[in-house]
């Protein structure tokens, strides 16, 4: 253990946190009423600087995509991290604060199956919610038999980089998985991989798979998330037409982008534009074709939708807004699309994000909303043996008191979490803020709460600046805010909405 000293006592007032360097070691010093606290600087998602986030008591959060890390011990509170931070000793001698450093990291054992545990649990689907559940068994202590069926998906992979970065080429490969495989094996979780369930009873708590195995089950975590919806125009079948949803997808958009120069992406939500500024890093000409208007007005208002307009013209991108497709056509290979005004858009390729629909059509034995969502209370429960989490999961806000469906990667780990938790034996319910984020030209959107419509959006900043808070306003009080380039204000906004619900709009 080697002792650095770090800073003065005089440095930080209570309540203050400060990057310090200990060595080699970056490291987070905080200052609370007991005293110093020391951890890792850098968050374990994609390594931000945490310093530039919100400390809120003894939480800091992330700046970038809102992990939340407790400086006491490291834990990580909220995802989208998987992993906690480094927490070391500190010692305040004379005024001067030293933290210590150990020469090697600390080992971790990871608990595995217990005999004495009869329990099983099967979790379907090997995306983000499926993941985190089954490392939030284990690691609350559930020491059963635990099988998860992944299909195509294992190990599991970070999807919003799918659209981004590695889409466009900036991202490696080595970026995807979540975990490494050996990570499953040393807690002793028997993945299924290319493996399907075709069939579940939720009454007889059986599923079937399409390999033809039956497997009994005493809790179920269902987790297959949603499934790309289908664009029912002649020609959609033909070679070069694409949805975008996993790793493999991915992938094969990629090849096709090596021999394509003109792309159409049909869809002006957030994957569709997502995808529009990775094929123009490729030099391709790229058009984006919706129904709308203004890209996101729905969600976001007409002044955010036409800020990331103005991104996504200013690189390039064309807009065909107002449109459906009326027809794909080409021989054999997509060569044109018609939009309902019977005008032809030369394409050799064409990405389809049109939205998402839940992947439930195998289930028989509970009740399945109209969208194909199921319906959970707070503890992600549909019924007492089966649990639902993710994209397909309708959960309460507890903010409101109104079943929402939201398809957030970090309100699918958040739910993953709490099924898993408690399934092993504890009593947690959802008392999370969703919380979205998206990055397009270089610049990230973020989106916290949940607002279907409003009376009123209150800019705090100018969006035409693109550094600006935007406030959603219903009968007076804040249900979402969005906003740009002021991350720590974000973060600390979030915070504030956790511990209190809907914000009345004076005291923001
Ligand atoms: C390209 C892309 C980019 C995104 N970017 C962002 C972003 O920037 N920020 C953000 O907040 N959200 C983003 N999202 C949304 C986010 O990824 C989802 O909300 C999240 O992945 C939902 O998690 P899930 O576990 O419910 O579903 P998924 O992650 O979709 O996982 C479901 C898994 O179940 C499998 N499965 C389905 N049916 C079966 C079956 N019958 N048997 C076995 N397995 C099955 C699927 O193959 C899949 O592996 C993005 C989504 C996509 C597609
Ligand atoms: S880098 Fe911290 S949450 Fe993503």
């Given at each position: ?8 006592e005089?440095d930080?007032?209570i ?16 200052r609370?009423?007991?005293?110093f606290?020391?951890?890792g600087?850098?968050c374990?998602?994609y390594?931000?600087p945490?310093?530039?986030g919100a400390?809120?008591n003894d ?6 995509h ?14 989208p ?5 480094p ?5 305040v ?14 080992k971790i ?14 979790v379907m ?7 985190y559940?089954v ?38 490969e ?12 040393a807690?002793d ?8 369930v075709t ?5 007889k708590?059986t599923?079937?798979?399409d390999d ?9 975590i269902?987790?297959?998330?949603a ?11 033909l070679e ?8 493999d ?7 096709a ?5 003109k792309a159409?992406?049909?869809g ?11 094929l123009?890093k ?6 984006v074709?919706g ?11 007409p ?11 200013e ?17 054999g ?7 309902d005004?019977d ?6 390729l ?13 289930i028989?034995?509970?009740?399945r ?9 707070a ?12 994209d397909l999961a309708?959960f309460?806000?507890?903010r409101?008191?109104k ?9 699918a780990?958040?739910h993953g979490?709490?099924?898993g938790?408690n ?18 030209f270089g ?7 949940h607002?279907e419509?409003?009376?009123?959006i ?7 600046a ?42 923001e």
């Open positions: 253990m080697a002792g650095f000293n770090v800073a003065r005089a930080l007032s309540g203050e946190m400060k990057q310090v360097q200990a060595g080699q070691t970056a490291i987070l010093l905080v609370l009423e007991d005293g606290h020391a951890v600087a850098l374990s998602h390594e931000a945490l310093a530039a400390l809120c939480r800091v959060i992330c700046p970038w809102h992990a939340c890390f407790s400086v006491r011990s490291g834990e990580q509170l909220d995802p991290g998987l992993d906690g931070i927490v070391y000793p500190v010692r001698v004379n005024g001067e604060v030293w933290v210590e450093i150990p020469e090697q990291p600390a054992f990871p608990s595995g199956r217990n005999s004495k545990d009869s329990r099983s649990c099967v689907g090997g995306g983000c919610a499926g993941a559940a490392e939030a068994l284990r690691a609350n202590g559930f020491g059963g038999q635990v099988i998860w069926i992944t299909g195509e998906e294992f190990p599991p992979v970070d999807r919003p980089l799918l659209s981004k970065g590695f889409l466009s080429g900036e991202a490696s080595q970026w995807i998985p979540l975990r490494d495989p050996g990570f499953y094996s807690r979780i028997e993945v299924r991989r290319e493996s399907w069939h579940l009873d939720a009454g708590r599923v079937l798979l033809g195995h039956t497997l009994n089950y005493d809790t179920a269902l987790a297959t998330g499934v790309a919806r289908s664009l029912p125009v002649p020609g959609v079948e070069g037409i694409f949805n975008l949803h996993s790793l997808d991915s992938k094969k958009l990629r090849d982008v090596k021999s394509a120069s159409v992406v049909v002006a939500g957030f994957i569709g534009m997502e995808v529009a500024q990775s123009r490729h030099q391709l000409e790229v058009t074709i129904p709308e208007a203004i890209p996101f007005e729905r969600v976001l208002g002044e955010i939708g036409e800020l990331v307009r103005g991104l996504h013209e690189n390039g991108v064309l807009f065909r807004l107002g449109h459906t497709i009326s027809a794909f056509e080409g021989d290979k997509v060569q044109q699309v018609r939009l005004d005008s032809v858009l030369e394409a050799d064409v990405v389809v994000g049109i939205g998402v629909r839940p992947a439930t059509d195998f028989v034995g509970v009740e909303q109209a969208d194909g969502s199921l319906m959970v209370d503890t992600m429960k549909v019924t007492d043996d089966l649990y639902a989490v993710g309708r309460p806000d507890w409101t008191g079943l929402i469906r939201v398809e957030h990667w970090r309100v780990a958040q979490r709490i099924a938790a399934v092993a034996g504890k009593d947690h319910s959802y008392r999370g803020v969703p919380y979205f984020w998206t990055r397009q610049q990230t959107l973020h989106y916290i709460g607002a419509d409003w009376d009123e209150r800019f705090n900043g100018d969006p035409k693109r550094k600006f808070i935007a406030y959603y306003l219903k009968a007076g009080k804040v249900h979402a805010v969005a906003g740009m380039e002021r991350e720590q204000e974000l973060a600390e906004l979030e915070e504030r909405m956790r511990r209190r619900g809907l914000l009345e709009v004076n005291s």
